[in-house]
């Protein structure tokens, strides 16, 4: 199977910047959606940014967009989840997920990913 690495969690202030790296275990192709969810204690897991590898295009749920950037770095087959003036309902357990060859109506949709990480706990203390 497909593995997803993620890193860059941790505890941060309210207000400050935090970002979380997302590496596959394979290079992924030009129609592969890459996404990041999030599940808060006590919630269902709830979609956050995606970005598909090819064109770049990105979208984004109304609770983070202007605050978060989604983005990928083709020479180091990684994707970014730039975290900007984070609030304490950020806190989070963060997922970085993929899958192959989805319209991108289904990118908000965490039940359409195939492949998941292992989860990276980010904490906004107040």
């Known amino acids: 199977q497909v593995q997803l690495v993620e890193s860059g969690g941790g505890l941060v202030h309210v207000g400050g910047p935090l970002r979380l790296s997302c590496t596959p275990s394979?290079?992924?192709?030009?129609?592969?959606?890459i996404g990041w969810s999030r599940r808060a204690p006590g919630n269902d897991l709830a979609f956050v940014a995606a970005?598909?590898?090819?064109?770049?295009?990105?979208v984004y749920d109304d609770s983070v967009k202007g605050r978060f950037t989604i983005s990928r770095d083709n020479a180091k087959n990684t994707v970014y989840l730039q975290m900007n003036s984070l609030k304490p309902e950020d806190t989070a357990v963060y997922y970085c997920?993929?899958?192959?060859?989805?319209?991108?109506?289904?990118?908000?949709?965490?039940?359409?990913?195939?492949?998941w990480g292992q989860g990276t706990q980010v904490t906004v203390s107040s």
């Open positions: 997920a993929a899958v192959y060859y989805v319209a991108y109506s289904g990118y908000t949709s965490p039940e359409r990913y195939d492949y």
């Open positions: 394979e290079r992924p192709v030009t129609n592969t959606a």
């Open positions: 970005i598909n590898w090819g064109g770049g295009n990105t």
